[in-house]
């Protein structure tokens, strides 16, 4: 069997070119060009009275199949994401036999905890949440996924896609990747596509408002989850400019930066307010998502802020110890040294205690949540399941507050 870095790279090869399907300007044209090609056109069998007979779906209408159904059959998607891996990497493994206690066989599962569902949740795909679990008995007997295997999968035409899938990649001998990719661009299209219900927050506390963003960092996984703190800085810049003296005459660039405190196109941070006058930088915010501050960040600010007069610069981490003790004294040096030589009032702090202190210096506080809502829902680097997190904290907070009444 092969290595886990050759399975990784096989999918990250699949995404990056599933990613370009959804993104190129031809839209559904190049999708339905990318349906047309052998391996995803060619018609799948199934078996009646143990015959294999035409199922009158192509690979490609299966795949679509099963990712309509989604919601019922997360199992077969991983189990079958895995199966087509396996087969694009290792050309000679019957992928029908996919447990390693079985003559020829391989452990699906195994392969599916330790690299397909890390890599879908780190992506933003559809996951099992314990990783294949919810198949239960209906896909784990000892016998190959070959057209007569005995199962009823919750989802009108599942067994049928998915079985045919198999068999087409390895009794007909048709190329997996193509389906690897495809099952890829249908999940993303169906979560770009996916839209939730947030519940207007009234009536909540400081400490409510404050305890709902950490706990939205706090509980989503994968890739766009470090977005998330920058989302909420960026929502509290929103009300402050309004109301702060010092502010006046400044503008919050939007959206918020995307590539972490680069120095491409005048950015300083990942939040930043500029002078109207000129765009220079006056002051910025670098959010160090389960990261704690170093002494290192700090002394990087003056090659990073390229010769501009930066009024305020904040180095807010996520972690509850946001400095290591240990280099507590060193961290305080070097802010006085980026001091003297900058003119940078650089302020390192813990981003839960600086938003519970943001937010008691605004006089509309509901504000906040409002914007951060309206980011969450818009920002391109939120991924689906992270916006249905905040749907649910929202929801849940609201119902507490209406007990209340």
Same mark, same amino acid.
């Given at each position: 069997?092969?290595?886990?870095?050759?399975?990784?790279?096989?999918?990250?090869?699949?995404?990056? %070119?599933?990613?370009?399907? +959804?993104?190129?300007?031809?839209?559904?044209?190049?999708?339905?060009?990318?349906?047309?090609?052998?391996?995803?056109?060619?018609?799948?069998?199934?078996?009646?009275?143990?015959?294999?007979?035409?199922?009158?779906?192509?690979?490609?209408?299966?795949?679509?199949?099963?990712?309509?159904?989604?919601?019922?059959?997360?199992?077969?998607?991983?189990?079958?994401?895995?199966?087509?891996?396996?087969?694009?990497?290792?050309?000679?493994?019957?992928?029908?036999?996919?447990?390693?206690?079985?003559? &020829?066989?391989?452990?699906?599962?195994?392969?599916? =905890?330790?690299?397909?569902?890390?890599?879908?949740?780190?992506?933003?795909?559809?996951?099992?949440?314990?990783?294949?679990?919810?198949?239960?008995?209906?896909? =784990?007997?000892?016998?190959?996924?070959?057209?007569?295997?005995?199962?009823?999968?919750?989802?009108?035409?599942?067994?049928?896609?998915?079985?045919?899938?198999?068999?087409?990649?390895?009794?007909?001998?048709?190329?997996?990747?193509?389906?690897?990719?495809?099952?890829?661009?249908?999940?993303? %299209?169906?979560?770009?596509?996916?839209?939730?219900?947030?519940?207007?927050?009234?009536?909540?506390?400081?400490?409510?408002?404050?305890?709902?963003?950490?706990?939205?960092?706090?509980?989503?996984?994968?890739?766009?989850?470090?977005? +998330?703190?920058?989302?909420?800085?960026?929502?509290?810049?929103?009300?402050?400019?309004?109301?702060?003296?010092?502010?006046?005459?400044?503008?919050? %660039?939007?959206?918020?930066?995307?590539?972490?405190?680069?120095?491409?196109?005048?950015?300083?941070?990942?939040?930043?307010?500029?002078?109207?006058?000129?765009?220079?930088?006056?002051?910025?915010?670098?959010?160090?998502? &389960?990261?704690?501050?170093?002494?290192?960040?700090?002394?990087?600010?003056?090659?990073?802020?390229?010769?501009?007069?930066?009024?305020?610069?904040?180095? +807010?981490?996520?972690?509850?110890?946001?400095?290591?003790?240990?280099?507590?004294?060193?961290?305080?040096?070097?802010?006085?040294?980026?001091?003297?030589?900058?003119?940078?009032?650089?302020?390192?702090?813990?981003?839960?205690?600086?938003?519970?202190?943001?937010?008691?210096? +605004?006089?509309?506080?509901?504000?906040?949540?409002?914007?951060?809502?309206?980011?969450?829902?818009?920002?391109?680097?939120?991924?689906?399941?992270?916006?249905?997190?905040?749907?649910?904290?929202?929801?849940?907070?609201?119902?507490?507050?209406?007990?209340?009444?």
């Amino acid at each position: 069997m092969s290595n886990k870095q050759e399975y990784a790279d096989c999918l990250a090869i699949a995404f990056e %070119r599933a990613q370009e399907l +959804l993104k190129t300007n031809e839209g559904e044209q190049a999708l339905s060009s990318f349906k047309s090609q052998p391996s995803l056109a060619h018609e799948l069998k199934t078996s009646e009275g143990g015959q294999i007979t035409p199922l009158g779906k192509t690979i490609a209408e299966g795949i679509e199949t099963l990712i309509s159904n989604l919601s019922q059959n997360k199992y077969l998607y991983s189990i079958l994401m895995t199966a087509l891996l396996v087969k694009a990497i290792n050309p000679t493994q019957d992928v029908r036999i996919a447990q390693d206690n079985l003559s &020829g066989g391989y452990s699906n599962r195994s392969l599916d =905890e330790r690299v397909v569902t890390p890599f879908l949740k780190d992506h933003g795909l559809t996951h099992c949440a314990a990783s294949g679990t919810e198949s239960g008995r209906n896909f =784990e007997r000892p016998i190959p996924y070959t057209l007569d295997y005995p199962a009823n999968p919750r989802g009108r035409g599942n067994k049928e896609a998915f079985l045919g899938i198999l068999h087409a990649v390895e009794a007909e001998g048709f190329d997996p990747f193509p389906c690897l990719v495809l099952l890829m661009v249908l999940d993303l %299209r169906n979560k770009a596509e996916e839209n939730y219900e947030y519940t207007r927050a009234e009536g909540l506390t400081i400490q409510s408002m404050a305890d709902a963003v950490i706990q939205h960092y706090q509980i989503s996984r994968g890739n766009g989850r470090s977005r +998330l703190p920058v989302l909420a800085i960026q929502a509290i810049y929103r009300c402050l400019m309004p109301e702060v003296a010092r502010f006046e005459g400044k503008e919050l %660039r939007h959206p918020p930066n995307r590539h972490t405190a680069n120095d491409k196109e005048g950015w300083i941070g990942d939040v930043q307010v500029d002078w109207l006058s000129d765009g220079t930088p006056f002051e910025g915010v670098e959010i160090k998502a &389960g990261k704690q501050i170093t002494s290192y960040t700090v002394r990087a600010l003056p090659r990073k802020f390229q010769g501009a007069s930066v009024d305020r610069y904040y180095i +807010l981490s996520t972690e509850e110890v946001y400095i290591a003790p240990e280099n507590d004294e060193e961290i305080n040096k070097a802010v006085k040294e980026v001091r003297q030589a900058t003119g940078c009032q650089i302020i390192v702090n813990g981003l839960n205690r600086s938003l519970w202190y943001y937010l008691r210096m +605004l006089s509309n506080p509901n504000a906040f949540i409002d914007y951060y809502t309206e980011l969450v829902g818009t920002d391109p680097d939120v991924k689906s399941d992270h916006r249905k997190i905040w749907s649910d904290i929202l929801n849940e907070l609201m119902s507490e507050v209406e007990a209340e009444d």
